[in-house]
């Protein structure tokens, strides 16, 4: 991939993949998800990093809500979000717009 063998232990942080049945924790709130992914991903984000992604992605509203209550559009939302939290090369997106409303889209894309 990208003219490099793949190895993906060695390469993980490079490369991102978003499926159409993305899921994580329904019970916890984003911001429990967001933690979690972080750390699977060796990223220390401080409070006012956590909090800024929020904005950037006008989640800030459903920080502290479980995953669970959201509509299909937010999570496909968070779950890009979480797709790119740690800037791969290489994001590999299957159906990433679907649930998203065309201005949504249009963000998403000028990302």
């Known amino acids: 991939i990208d003219g490099k063998e793949m190895n993906f232990l060695k390469r993980s942080q490079e490369l991102s993949f978003l499926p159409i049945d993305f899921q994580l924790y329904d019970y916890l709130t984003l911001d429990e998800n967001l933690i979690f992914v972080c ?3 060796n ?10 992604v929020f904005l950037d992605y006008d989640l800030q509203a459903y ?4 995953l669970a ?4 559009g937010l999570k496909q939302k968070f779950y890009f979000l979480i797709a790119i939290i740690h800037n791969p090369k290489i994001l590999i ?3 990433p717009f679907t649930g998203l409303d065309p201005k949504q889209i249009i963000y998403f894309k000028e990302r």
């Open 39 to 41: 750390k699977m991903r």
């Open 43 to 52: 990223l220390t984000p401080n409070e006012k990093e956590i909090e800024n």
């Open 63 to 66: 920080r502290y809500q479980q």
């Open 69 to 72: 209550s959201l509509s299909t």
């Open 93 to 95: 997106l299957d159906e």
